[in-house]
């Protein structure tokens, strides 16, 4: 069975297109423990005790999930989209969209990288901690600057794929 990312994807982009697909699948497993961990603060709270310091910890769990989905969505396509203003497009003008896309995608997604390891640095220099867990919260921009550094790859992998649509090859 293929994976959704990988879609006919060989070589070096094949192999981003499933480390990108099981990333997703942490994302969502993530995303999965959050709802978990909320589900035993609210029983805990009418039963027993309350999860303490649930609500850092789903900030920061959602934080890093979403930022799991954001190399897949690129590599399938599935970020959102205004189709109401390119209904009437043409086939070339869709293929220049999406080109453009993958262009502002790759860019933003550096740019990104960038300023996200610099927080890194400053939220590790200056020590910050959740207030309750005393999560330090360094610790979260880790694998968000992997997803971002996924970002990029798959960028560049649609940047790629986009350009030889452009140019009428496969």
Request: overall charge neutral.
């Amino acid at each position: 069975m293929a994976l959704a990312a990988r879609r006919g994807r060989s070589g070096l982009a094949g192999a981003a297109a499933t480390v990108i697909d099981a990333w997703a699948l942490l994302g969502g497993l993530t995303l999965l423990a959050v709802v978990a961990m909320n589900v035993a603060s609210v029983i805990g709270g009418v039963v027993w005790a309350p999860f303490p310091g649930d609500f850092e910890l789903t900030q920061i769990g959602v934080a890093v999930a979403a930022f799991a989905f954001l190399p897949y969505c690129e590599l399938t396509g599935a970020n959102v989209t205004a189709d109401i203003f390119t209904a009437g497009a043409g086939r070339r003008m869709l293929a220049m969209f999406k080109l453009l896309a993958s262009v502002v995608a790759f860019l933003f997604s550096l740019l990104l990288v960038w300023r996200m390891y610099g927080g890194l640095l400053d939220q590790k220099e200056y020590n910050y901690i959740t207030a309750i867990v005393e999560f330090p919260i360094w610790v979260a921009f880790v694998p968000i600057l992997i997803s971002l550094a996924l970002l990029a790859t798959a960028a560049a992998i649609t940047l790629g794929e986009n350009s030889r649509g452009i140019a009428g090859r496969p």
